[in-house]
């Protein structure tokens, strides 16, 4: 049709489809220049010469056509290819007016016609070509097509019925076919009114069908937006939960079993306790014994015990929490298809982190006890007091449901001498001081905690922020269609009048 129209092969022509692989824009060569700026399809690559880039676009040079009018030849847009298929689609929204060609064989098929909706839909300046019509079937298949064309509110194209017909040597179909689809289009192009006007009536049609074409990527937005707010609430309750299983487990007095209750009934049952608060010089001898004998301070195991209870507690919130969140997103298809197998899992890294984070704490802890310490010496009244010793008493009542120390059946070893340990420690600071101590030392391994916790659920958060959701793009959308409509409005495109176009002869 196109080689015909300008009589020359400007577009390869082929009985295997498709035969188009690359756009081809043939214009008089008064407009090539206009054409190579790149203002229309910023996105194809401009070349003189063939090519089987489906990113370029050919310009051909063609004496034959009026200045002003182009054509542009796509792929078919029922292409077998995909990639066809969508450049024919990104084409055909460049075009002004769209000479839409069928045939006989295949006016009648689906994908056509749902192309012909959009164009109506879209405003767009159509005609179309009925081509290959048998000499005895074009009453009847002509009369058909145009019935289809009025049930589909397209009864006012422009229809071009030309006859099944040879070809000459050049593949062209000959001048007399050709005639009236030539005529058709130079009265176009030569009356600069009418060519303006199928521009503004194309133009406005496209802008107009902005605004419910926007409406539904705004729901769709809107839709994204909640999608991505429902996976965050399910990390974020995943961890909430590994936050809860932290504290409660601080709490609840579970961590003063096993290790930590062997140690500490070993701590305040040799009496290492009251030596270490009651005299320096029994801490020292204590020290001394303990590298002779071969023997750990009953203080030190008591401190690895409750780190490594910690730990283990930590990692195992982390742990659950990491294979709740990633449950939770498995059986959502949006949440699936941005999980990897790592997310489902604590990081690498984490029982590392989880052993820094207990250990600092720790260190935190005895500061504290330091600048207690520090207010209290007149109450103390020169006594001297280990540091470390009471630091691990705090750390027990962190961990107790009842007291400060844990009492009755958890604890029921050396009363004595824990109630002699009490005494000391509430002259040294007061009788609430510890409490307070144990107070504050929570709330700081539970900010710890919880800031580790925040850091895991990150590896989720982080995904969702990589998907560049705004805060709210389905607003975003709606305002700038809402723009677009006011100004297509206000610059009148069309007026109040429709587009006439010329008649069809023969």
């Known amino acids: 049709m196109v080689n015909s129209f300008v009589r020359a092969p400007v577009s390869p022509a082929g009985v295997l489809r498709p035969t188009t692989r690359t756009p081809v824009l043939v214009c008089n060569p008064a407009d090539t220049q206009w ?5 229309l399809l910023p996105g194809l690559t401009r070349t003189a010469e063939a090519t089987a880039d489906p990113n370029s676009l050919q310009i051909v040079a ?7 009018l182009a054509f542009l030849d796509a792929p078919d847009i029922d292409s077998v290819v995909d990639a066809n298929r969508a450049l024919a689609a990104q084409l055909l929204a460049a075009a002004d007016l769209w000479l839409f060609v069928t045939t006989a064989a295949r006016y009648a098929d689906a994908v056509p016609w749902e192309l012909l909706q959009t164009a109506r839909f879209r405003g767009t300046v159509t005609a179309l070509v009925l081509d290959r019509v048998p000499p005895e079937a074009t009453e009847e298949v002509t009369a058909h097509l145009l019935e289809m064309l009025s049930i589909h509110g397209l009864h006012n194209a422009p229809l071009f019925v030309l006859p099944e017909t040879e070809i000459d040597s050049q593949g062209l179909l000959s001048e007399g076919v050709m005639a009236p689809l030539r005529d058709w289009f130079g009265r176009i192009a030569t009356d600069a009114a009418t060519r303006a006007a199928v521009v503004r009536q194309t133009l406005d049609g496209a802008l107009a069908a902005l605004v419910p074409a926007v409406e539904g990527l705004a729901a769709a937005a809107d839709e994204q937006v909640n999608t991505a707010d429902a996976l965050d609430d399910r990390v974020r309750a995943a961890y909430r939960n590994g936050r809860r299983t932290v504290s409660q487990g601080v709490q ?5 079993r096993g290790e930590v209750l062997a ?3 070993e701590f305040v049952g040799t009496g290492e306790l009251l030596r270490t608060l009651e ?6 001898r204590d020290r001394i014994v303990a590298a002779f004998t071969g023997r750990p301070q009953p203080g030190r195991e008591l401190k690895s015990a409750i780190e490594a209870n910690l730990v ?3 990692r195992g919130a982390a742990a659950d929490a990491a294979d709740s969140a990633y449950t939770g997103w498995q059986a959502h298809p949006a949440g699936a298809a941005l999980l990897e ?16 984070l207990v250990r600092d704490w720790q260190r935190g802890v005895l500061e504290l006890i330091r600048k207690e310490a520090g207010h209290k010496r007149a109450t103390a009244r020169g006594a001297a007091y280990a540091v470390n010793a009471t630091g691990l008493i705090v750390m027990i009542g962190v961990f107790a449901s009842t007291a400060f120390i844990p009492t009755g059946a958890e604890v029921a070893v050396a009363g004595g001498t824990t109630v002699a340990a009490q005494k000391v420690l509430e002259a040294i600071f007061g009788d609430q001081a510890i409490r307070r101590l144990a107070t504050k030392a929570r709330e700081d391994l539970i900010s710890r905690t919880n800031a580790l916790l925040d850091a895991e659920a990150g590896r989720y958060t982080d995904r969702l922020i990589a998907a560049g959701i705004s805060a709210d793009p389905g607003k975003d959308l709606r305002d700038a269609a809402a723009l677009v409509e006011y100004t297509r409005a206000k610059a009148e ?5 429709g587009l006439a176009l010329p008649g069809v002869d023969g």
């Open 62 to 68: 063609a004496p034959a056509l009026t200045p002003g």
């Open 35 to 39: 054409f190579r700026r790149g203002e």
């Open 263 to 265: 140690r500490w009934q």
């Open 341 to 356: 197998p790592s997310l489902g899992r604590p990081s690498s890294d984490l029982p590392e982190r989880a052993e820094r």
């Open 279 to 284: 005299a320096r010089v029994g801490r020292l």
């Open 493 to 497: 495109l069309t007026g109040n009048t």
């Open 252 to 256: 609840d007095g579970r961590l003063l």
């Open 312 to 314: 283990t507690l930590i």
